[in-house]
């Protein structure tokens, strides 16, 4: 049995928003984006919604300095956190050739963490 879930003013308020980030974003940035076109938005709503559209595929979680954030495609996250400032550098990578002898299988998506001192701190 096929269960169909209504669609809500405030869905299609969260769901226009996350289509605008072209980005990483976070719940909390969804809520303050959402919230001016319904103030009676709250951040339980939104942590429901993303978790229906993380369970259905149709947008992706990472973690970044522990707190979960979202993408609207299955991109990769990379960033580097300096450990004296706290500052989070995001950067990409092409490829994970390296890698293709030391897995049982094909990468589709991956998450890199690095820490270490900038250069800036």
Do not use: W
Not at 21 to 28: L, N, P
Not at 31 to 40: C, E, G, I
Not at 64 to 77: A, D, E, I, P
């Amino acid at each position: 049995m096929m269960v169909i879930s209504r669609k809500t003013k405030q869905g299609e308020i969260l769901d226009l928003e996350i289509k605008k980030f072209k980005t990483f974003f976070s719940a909390e940035d969804l809520l303050s984006r959402a919230v001016k076109l319904d103030s009676k938005l709250g951040i339980a709503t939104v942590y429901r919604f993303l978790k229906k559209l993380r369970e259905g595929k149709k947008i992706y979680s990472y973690l970044c300095s522990g707190k979960t954030v979202y993408s609207n495609s299955l991109s990769n996250h990379c960033h580097f956190e300096c450990t004296e400032t706290g500052k989070i550098y995001h950067f990409e990578i092409d490829n994970l050739d390296f890698l293709k002898d030391k897995i049982p299988g094909d990468i589709s998506s991956f998450q890199l963490e690095v820490k270490g001192i900038c250069k800036n701190h």
